[in-house]
């Protein structure tokens, strides 16, 4: 079912949920007991709405950027409709992409997943061979099109794994992991908060942090001359030493409502640049100075909100027909990418 196997693509991620307050027993008992009433609906939903958000500040010598954006409710990152048998996914991109297209357009994509087969609709992507026809988008390219999931499944299961394990919240699967982690635990109102290491939160809602890791390490390596495994050992350590500080928000009836966490990533290039044995060739002394120093005044975090609406009538729309088999450009692409 697709509430377990059909979370995907993109990005990002993160809700949970936990509480103190109640009367009586210790202070274990008590949390246990609010943390009990706030998943209830969760940890039984099989189908409900998500919609995320995702700000940052970014500014880096070292790469040459200095951005800063603010969560904008009223255009999500990410919005889904998952149900047992099909799930609903769309990704606006007009943010990251829209400049490559040469200016303010609408640019995403829309994917369905079934156990069977995922359909992307990505005629969006018009704009982009519009601005560069010779621009290879791989399973991209403008159009509707699909990648059999059960075609793939017997010579290479570590792809359907990493298509159906990004992304999407699983509810049920987050309402028993992500409590188990989460520590000094705080309520105010309807605001609970609580911290966990980045990695911690990441796994408990339902990514794969290895897979997530070797995402972000893979063009690095390349472009630093890094094994790309190294690098991407050296991205879960990190993660894994990085807090993230949560934020849920009770409904009138104490049950999740939405999640929101911070986490400051601005030393990942200097723990790089800490591990000269990496690099081949490795780097001079002078060289790493020099590129150490670019690289401390970094400055990196990210921000993410997850709103949730547990809908048990919701009947999704179904995909689009096609058939247009991108299944071989998907493995070249997610190979070519580091995976």
């Known amino acids: 079912m697709t509430t377990s196997r059909g979370r995907l693509a993109t990005g990002l991620l993160l809700t949970c949920a936990l509480a103190t307050g109640c009367g009586g027993g210790s202070e274990e008992e008590a949390q246990t007991f609010v943390l009990d009433d706030a998943f209830a609906a969760a940890s039984e939903a099989t189908s409900y709405r998500t919609s995320s958000y995702t700000a940052q500040d970014l500014s880096s010598s070292l790469m040459g950027v200095d951005t800063e954006s603010e969560i904008d409710e009223d255009n999500p990152t990410t919005t889904a409709e998952v149900s047992p048998e099909l799930s609903h996914i769309t990704m606006d991109l007009s943010a990251l992409l829209g400049p490559v297209a040469g200016g303010e357009t609408d640019l995403g994509f829309e994917m369905w997943v079934t156990p069977q087969r995922i359909t992307l609709d990505s005629r969006d992507y018009a704009v982009l061979k519009e601005a560069d026809p010779s621009a290879d988008l791989g399973p991209f390219e403008p159009g509707v099109s699909y990648f059999d999931l059960d075609g793939v499944a017997a010579d290479d299961p570590e792809i359907v794994e990493l298509m159906l394990g990004q992304g999407v ?104 640049f800490d591990r000269p044995e990496m690099f081949d060739p490795r780097p001079s002394d002078e060289e790493l100075a020099q590129v150490e120093d670019l690289a401390s005044d970094t400055e990196w975090v990210i921000t993410v909100l ?21 299944t071989d450009q998907w493995v070249t692409f997610l190979e070519n990418a580091g995976f």
């Open 306 to 326: 997850q709103r949730f609406e547990v809908d048990d009538d919701l009947v999704v729309d179904p995909a689009p027909d096609t058939d247009d088999d991108r």
């Open 169 to 272: 919240t699983d509810l049920r699967q987050m309402a028993t992991d992500l409590p188990d982690v989460l520590e000094d635990v705080e309520r105010d109102g309807r605001t609970v908060t609580g911290t966990a290491s980045y990695a911690e939160v990441m796994a408990a809602m339902g990514g794969d942090v290895e897979q997530m890791s070797r995402s972000a390490a893979a063009g690095i390596a390349l472009n630093l001359g890094v094994d790309v495994d190294e690098l991407t050992d050296l991205y879960v350590d990190f993660y894994e030493a990085t807090p993230a500080d949560v934020t849920i928000e009770l409904d009138e009836q104490d049950s999740l409502s939405s999640v929101e966490y911070t986490a400051d990533l601005s030393e990942i290039y200097v723990s790089i």
